[in-house]
């Protein structure tokens, strides 16, 4: 096991619902620890430029309208393996396919409306972190 951060987020379908701190409770419950956070409200253009990976999928033009249709929390979680961590506690990206007791069984509302997102791999982890903090706002031990 390894000390880990990765990149979360709070998606609009979850903050418009006021899930925020149920969600956040449910990564400390499991040992992930907050240390940098913030509420922001993405363009569609930042949008796409944040899931760019995903631009020639069929689902990208959704994606992005949905991710910039209401404020988000952007967050980074520490802890022991933490990016597998976060993944387990989000559960599949399809509600339908989620975990009981897993973030998206208990919130999501469709495939795209899933209420939280997660790095899938350290150099993701890497990249996804510095596209929305500065080394100075994420908070050091
Ligand atoms: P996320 O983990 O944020 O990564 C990409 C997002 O695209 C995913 O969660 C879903 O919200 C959304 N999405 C919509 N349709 C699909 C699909 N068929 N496969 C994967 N992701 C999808």
Not at 25 to 47: C, P
Not at 130 to 137: N, Y
Request: glycine share 8%.
């Amino acid at each position: 096991m390894s000390l880990e951060k990765t990149l979360s987020i709070i998606k609009p379908d979850a903050v418009k619902r006021d899930l925020t701190g149920k969600i956040i409770a449910m990564f400390e419950e499991k040992g992930l620890r907050v240390v940098a956070q913030k509420k922001i409200w993405l363009s569609k253009e930042q949008a796409g430029s944040f899931y760019d990976v995903h631009r020639d999928r069929p689902f990208f033009g959704e994606l992005c309208e949905f991710m910039s249709s209401g404020p988000i929390v952007v967050q980074v979680l520490e802890g022991n393996s933490a990016i597998e961590l976060n993944r387990e506690i989000m559960g599949a990206t399809n509600p339908d396919q989620a975990e009981p007791g897993t973030i998206r069984k208990e919130f999501a509302l469709s495939m795209t409306e899933n209420s939280a997102h997660g790095s899938d791999s350290s150099e993701t982890a890497r990249e996804e972190i510095s596209f929305f903090f500065s080394g100075l706002e994420i908070l050091q031990f």
